[in-house]
């Protein structure tokens, strides 16, 4: 198996898992995980990145073509989810007696992580 489908999975799995952890817990509202912080969008564009890990060649990586495209769609996972930290970041820093969650840092990372592993799809050996 090729190493750019192990790590793209294990980092499309960490996002989602991202969205059950905590991004935000505000005084008024309490804990805020990902689905209500609307972080869900995110996984959106690791959805083909996924299906591409899963279903194609094996042995080798993604021709150059396939490759790009799937990591400009791992970029726009990422983006997404650089906003949604900034978005927790700023909504912790202007309550008081708020504290952030490890869920936005979770969804980055996987995205991240999902990212280093498109780009090990160019390499076809």
């Known amino acids: ?21 905590p991004f935000a817990t505000l005084p008024v509202l309490g804990i805020i995980g990902g689905i209500e912080a609307d972080a869900w969008p995110a996984l959106l564009p690791l959805t083909p990145v996924a299906a591409a ?49 490890a869920g936005a840092f979770v969804l980055l990372g996987g995205t991240l992580i999902a990212l280093a592993g498109t780009a090990t799809a160019l390499s076809r050996s």
């Open 1 to 21: 198996m090729h190493l750019w489908r192990l790590i793209t999975l294990v980092g499309t799995g960490f996002a989602a898992l991202a969205m059950a952890f």
């Open 53 to 101: 890990a899963v279903f194609g060649d094996r042995e080798r990586g993604l021709r150059p073509p396939v490759a790009i495209a799937v990591i400009l769609t791992a970029c726009l996972a990422v983006l997404f989810a650089v906003f949604k930290l900034s978005d927790a970041l700023v909504a912790v820093n202007d309550t008081a007696g708020a504290s952030l969650g």
